[in-house]
């Protein structure tokens, strides 16, 4: 399906997926060029006018990552202006129901832990949402039964 070119003034909405395994999350990082490329993210994309935010994820990472995902609670929202327009990024939460991650539009996919986000290089709309991330995956950790 074709993306309709955003409406002047509209803020563009898109979705981002936090997808989690345990005590790990994995991210993307966008190619070369363009906006923020070769920085971090949380895979996703753009939200067609007859998807629900959940909806557009679920494609979006079907077509990004070849993953079928559940998605779970909403994680935070990141704003940024880039490309001349105003882009508002809601993240959520998400596990895989099946397949392996395949890096199909970033340069990399990596599997990140608590102590790695400081590490990377991330686009601005993913910031405000990394506290957020940190916390689940703190969580995450100290549930985790040890060897």
């Known amino acids: ?3 309709k070119p955003p409406v002047p003034g509209r803020p563009l909405s898109v979705v981002g997926a936090a997808i989690l395994r345990g005590d790990r999350c994995l ?4 190619p070369r060029g363009g906006s923020f490329g070769e920085r971090w993210e949380f895979p996703g994309g753009k ?3 007859d998807e629900t935010p959940e909806q557009a994820l679920v494609r979006e990472i ?12 909403f994680a935070g929202r990141g704003q940024v202006h880039a490309g001349g327009r105003d882009i508002v990024l809601d993240v959520y939460f998400a596990e895989i129901r099946e397949g392996e991650p395949e890096a199909r539009e970033h ?7 608590h102590h790695d986000i400081e590490s990377l290089s991330w686009a601005d709309a993913d910031l405000p949402i990394l506290p957020v991330l940190r916390g689940e995956l703190l969580r995450r950790a100290a549930d985790e039964p040890s060897e």
């Open 107 to 113: 340069l990399a996919l990596r599997w990140i832990e």
């Open 47 to 49: 939200v067609e006018a």
């Open 27 to 30: 991210v993307g990082q966008r």
């Open 62 to 73: 079907g077509e990004e990552l070849g993953l079928d995902i559940v998605v779970g609670d």
């Open 1 to 3: 399906m074709k993306s």
